[in-house]
Antibody, heavy 122, light 112 residues
């Protein structure tokens, strides 16, 4: 049974960087059958896919276009975890952030972290 | 991006009665491999979403058989044959054909 345990600050100041970590147990981040990503949820935007990373013969990452340039999703194979960094945050980035595991071949988002509410406020 | 819509946005159901939720995509979700990339998720109150259905009609592991998915192209349906109290929450469809994956606005299901 895969477990995704999220950690990170719940309050970030405007213009600063949001950083979250997702510790993976019961699986490995470099599993070639799966991908690992981040989704956020807010009342104004609903559920919003942010991006994912996956390993086939090399690491590949894709991001939702409107945060590209501000976002970095990194696999940390040494600690078997996934990280999210979102730069230059504004109050519009206030949301619950979820770490997720996606199966290859369209088999769905099979695991979700517990969610972390991140508020952007001074 | 592919836009997803759902109807109704809320639904009150008597236990034991059936329920149906519709989802529509702005473009076909049929892949050249023959699969149609539409998922359904349920978010129970205070919880993270959970996968119910993937590739239009495949039930995820542990999902009761009272849940079924159908559809093709741009029109999809989630059916609950007999609603139980534990089925309350918000149901989301999501297209997984192309990134960024996109979700519908959700359908809130309550018990009468």
């Amino acid at each position: 049974q895969v477990q995704l345990q999220q950690s990170g600050p719940g309050l970030v100041k405007p213009s600063q960087t949001l950083s979250l970590t997702c510790a993976i147990s019961g699986d490995t981040v470099s599993n070639k059958n799966d991908g690992w990503g981040w989704i956020r949820q807010s009342p104004s935007r609903g559920l919003e896919w942010l991006g994912r990373t996956f390993y086939r013969s090399q690491w590949q990452t894709d991001y939702v276009p409107h945060v590209m340039g501000r976002i970095t999703i990194n696999p940390d194979t040494s600690k078997n975890r996934l990280t999210l960094e979102l730069n230059s945050v504004t109050p519009e980035d206030t949301a619950v952030y979820y770490c997720v595991k996606t199966r290859a071949l369209g088999q769905g988002i099979v695991s979700w972290g517990q969610g972390t509410l991140v508020t952007v406020s001074s | 991006d592919i836009v997803m819509t759902q109807s109704p946005l809320s639904l009150a159901v008597t236990p034991g009665e059936p329920a149906s939720i519709s989802c529509r995509s702005s473009q076909s979700l049929l892949n050249r491999n023959g699969n149609t990339y539409l998922d359904w998720y349920l978010q129970k109150p205070g919880k993270s979403p959970q996968l119910l259905i993937y590739l239009t009609f495949n039930r995820a592991s542990g999902v009761p058989d009272r849940f079924s998915g159908s559809g093709s192209g741009t029109d999809f349906t989630l059916r609950i044959s007999r609603v139980e109290a534990e089925d309350v929450g918000v149901y989301y469809c999501m297209q997984a054909l192309q990134t960024p994956f996109t979700f519908g606005p959700g359908t809130k299901v309550e018990i009468k």
